[in-house]
């Protein structure tokens, strides 16, 4: 589980400088991020550090995530936003 300031730093890097990305990515840290288990916030963080073009096909599903375990985070973003 994450400690407040580990919590803090994810959503600081949640915000991206693109707009639409910050609409996506900051309801879902606020909402869902603390609720995930430790693997699924590592995944978070690890989605954080790809780039801002990339992380927004995914999330737009202009194509998908390279790989599974991203594919996967990226659906749970969307579930959550959607929810």
């Given amino acids: 589980m994450l400690t407040e300031i580990e919590y803090k730093k994810l959503a600081w890097h949640s915000r991206r400088g693109m707009l639409e990305l910050d609409l996506l990515l900051l309801p879902f840290v606020e909402r869902h991020l603390s609720g995930l288990n430790g ?5 978070y963080q690890r989605l954080l550090s790809e780039e801002d073009q990339d992380l927004f096909a995914w999330l737009l599903m202009r194509e998908p995530a390279p790989d599974a375990e991203l594919q996967r985070m990226v659906g749970l973003i969307r579930q959550g936003i959607a929810g």
């Fill in 39 to 43: 693997a699924d916030q590592l995944l």
